[in-house]
């Protein structure tokens, strides 16, 4: 077995406060480097640390650590660590992955911010439950940059026409586009996938009647959040760099058992 291939993306594990907030302290770090390289102002790229996974200690270290949005990418998930995390009452949650309209009324009950719409139903719905829960929410509409059949998101040519659509629904405040790139370790198809969001919401912001307020571009995640900031990210999306890898084999804690 090769246990050096879990730890090849050099993700560092979190067992206490000290790991996470080492964690937080080197991404931040490394998000006013890529400002910098950039030439942008370091306030102007937001982290959303995403917790999916992550137990419920780490999610209050990370609170402690001053998180007080988290990104969950399924929505049962979420709910369940909001409903355990009631007495941090500064603690906002970020639904960033597909909904399926029957959980609508879910994300409308307590998430702050949606950042995977890519269906008018789903929207249809969310304001229905938004209403009756008399609460707005931030959304942002998930585009498929990457091609890619199995990605949920709109298609560019699609979304003029659905992002007009949007303005039927008072209770969402749209603020710009998401995406997930391709899953790919090639370098230049990444950053194709971040160059074609930043060209859509350019376009979305001359062509909609609510260009001005559109101005989010997330996308980037772990392992190539400074690639995304150079292509203008305003929301980076980070997970395994500051809660730790995910899903690892044992051999990663015991290498001694691995044989190798
Ligand atoms: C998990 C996830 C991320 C973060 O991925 P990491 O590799 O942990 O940084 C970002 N965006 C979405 C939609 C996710 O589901």
Redesign the pocket.
């Known amino acids: 077995m090769n246990h050096t291939a879990t730890t090849s993306q050099g993700f560092r594990p979190v067992f206490s406060s000290d790991d996470l907030q080492r964690n937080l302290a080197a991404v931040n770090a490394r998000i006013r480097q890529a400002c910098e390289h950039s030439g942008r102002q370091p306030d102007s790229v937001r982290l959303l640390p995403?917790s999916?996974t992550v137990d419920l200690a780490r999610i209050r270290m990370a609170h402690a650590a001053g998180c007080t949005l988290l990104?969950e990418?399924k929505v049962q998930e979420a709910w369940s660590k909001a409903q355990s995390t009631t007495d941090l009452t500064d603690l906002r949650w970020s639904v960033?992955?597909h909904l399926q309209t029957n959980k609508a009324r879910i994300v409308a009950r307590f998430a702050s911010e949606f950042q995977a719409l890519d269906s008018l139903r789903l929207a249809a719905e969310l304001d229905k439950r938004l209403s009756r829960e008399e609460r707005c929410l931030d959304v942002l509409v998930q585009v498929n940059t990457s091609g890619e059949a199995s990605k949920y998101g709109l298609e560019p040519a699609q979304l003029e026409a659905f992002m007009r659509q949007l303005t039927a629904f008072p209770t969402l405040r749209v603020k710009g586009l998401m995406t997930?790139a391709a899953l790919t370790t090639d370098q230049q198809r990444i950053r194709r996938c971040f160059v074609l969001l930043r060209q859509q919401l350019q376009q979305m912001q001359q062509q909609l009647s609510y260009g001005d307020q559109l101005y989010e571009l997330s996308m980037g995640?772990?392992?190539d959040f400074e690639l995304a900031i150079h292509e203008g990210a305003t929301t980076v999306?980070?997970?395994?760099?500051i809660f730790g890898p995910?899903a690892l084999p044992d051999s990663y804690y015991w290498p001694e058992q691995t044989g190798a």
């Open positions: 995403v999916k990104g990418n960033i992955g997930l995640m772990s392992s999306r980070v997970g395994q760099a995910r």
